[in-house]
């Protein structure tokens, strides 16, 4: 991929980001950084492109399966604290139905 | 196709999924869905990644993934909604540690197949990964710690600080420039450790009650920094994944400072704040102002005849551990047939939303929960307003006092309200360290104590009523 395909995939992505998460309500504001925490956490694809290319370096080996350790934590508690928090955000339960008679 | 081909399709449908799931945040109903699909992006991503034709040893990508998943998932479930900011502040470190690590790694990937020179677009991302990453790394643990109380929450300063700190970045920058044009390992290990210090000296003298700004900073921070490991290794989902958590920081970052009425650069580099003052207010001629008290019965008779009543719950609530008797209280008022709405400001809890997440908890539905502006509208017909554990956010001389250290931040008006009580352990100012005259207004009253048992009382009061 040229640097410039980059620089344009880039300014498309951060036009996007800002459009879209300029519309969540602030009552969302916690769930949507804890959100994004885990949507960073996709360094953990980076991770893995080194330490399944390592072959037996020390260094790669030692930078990669912390990085991959680091990256898998931040994904998996990045989505199941958001999807903890997002569960508690409920209606008003619907008024109980009057008994007829 | 070939398999390049269909792990870049993967890629394009993981980039989908996070922009649908950020789109579907934007209202209750869907939010969690949202997450879910942005979850799935992320699994059809790295199952396309673990299938690409460069992995081939899987054991310690195993190894690592499961022993990193486990523990996430374990502290996720477990952590507790109020240390729910310490929580997203390790989260990032650990993100912008694995962008740093990963830097490294390729750098030396470069040094050992005896390159000598980086390319100009490697050398900037795999730097600005290195250093950024380290940064956020260690600074996020700093915060962590602050929010944790490991390390105090007071801003904590030392001589030439900002020199040291502006010095420091010069050496690393040069470090970087010059680990550009000789690739030499310990070089760049001495420029990220020097960074990881900047770090630490970055977040140090930030005081607690900033913290919100701080790590939506942060979180800017590590986006950005993965997204440079995407130009690195010539990855376009790292790139946009990346970059949408930059923009999603930055702009968390410019309306929290905004919202407390300071600039991002006051907040990172002006330590701002201590432990709240204490002492009463004086008058113009000296003497003490007047402070008129209420107390739990005679609230719980005033409450149950009014028509509407506005509760705005500070970070003091949430210490106080108080948002189960808050929302018993609004229930109960509720069944009598008052309307009950919260306000909350921006700032309200220790990071952006916070106090709607403890509300959340609390079973508090999302419709009874006002942003500011809803509910600065909706004061002028409330009867009733109940200040919970807030004081700045309602310290009407940011609106009137052109003299105060306040003014100019949006403020919840309560004193459009007809009364108002405030719930407060004593007489101490806010973070800010600035007297409130709202304390003093002839339609205010305190009720003094812990809000917890002024609440539970009040429940009891409202029963009996």
Known sequence: ?101 | MTRVDLIQVAYLVASFCFILGLRWLSSPRTARRGNLVAAVGMLIAIIATLVDGRVIGYTWIAIAAFVGGSIGALVARRVQMTAMPQLVALLNGLGGGAAALIAISEYHAMSASGEVALGAVIAVSVMFSTIVGSISFAGSLVAFGKLQEIVPGRPITWPAQKMINGLGAIVVLGLAAYASFNIHDPILWLAAAIALLLGVSAVLPIGGADMPVVIAFLNACTGLAAAATGFALNNSLLIIAGVLVGASGTLLTQLMSKAMNRSVASVLFGAFGGGGGSGSAVGASGEALPVLEISASDLAAQLVYARRVMIVPGYGLAVAQAQHPVRELADLLIARGVSVAFAIHPVAGRMPGHMNVLLAEADVPYDQLLEMEEANADFPQTDIVLVIGANDVVNPAARDDESSALYGMPILEVDNAEHVIVFKRSMATGFAGVENMLFHDPKTRMLFGDARKSLTQLVQDVQAV
């Open chain 1, 1 to 101: 991929m040229s640097f410039i395909t980059e620089l344009v995939i880039l300014v498309l992505a951060a036009w996007v980001g800002v459009e879209v998460i300029s519309k969540v309500p602030q009552m969302l504001h916690t769930p949507l950084m804890s959100g994004t925490n885990a949507i960073h956490g996709v360094v953990v694809v980076g991770a893995i492109l080194v330490l399944g290319a390592a072959a037996g370096g020390t260094v790669e080996t030692i930078c990669g399966v912390v990085a991959v350790a680091f990256g898998a934590a931040n994904v998996v508690g990045g989505f199941v604290v958001t999807d903890r928090m997002l569960q508690m955000f409920r209606r008003r339960p619907e008024p109980p139905k009057q008994d007829q008679g």
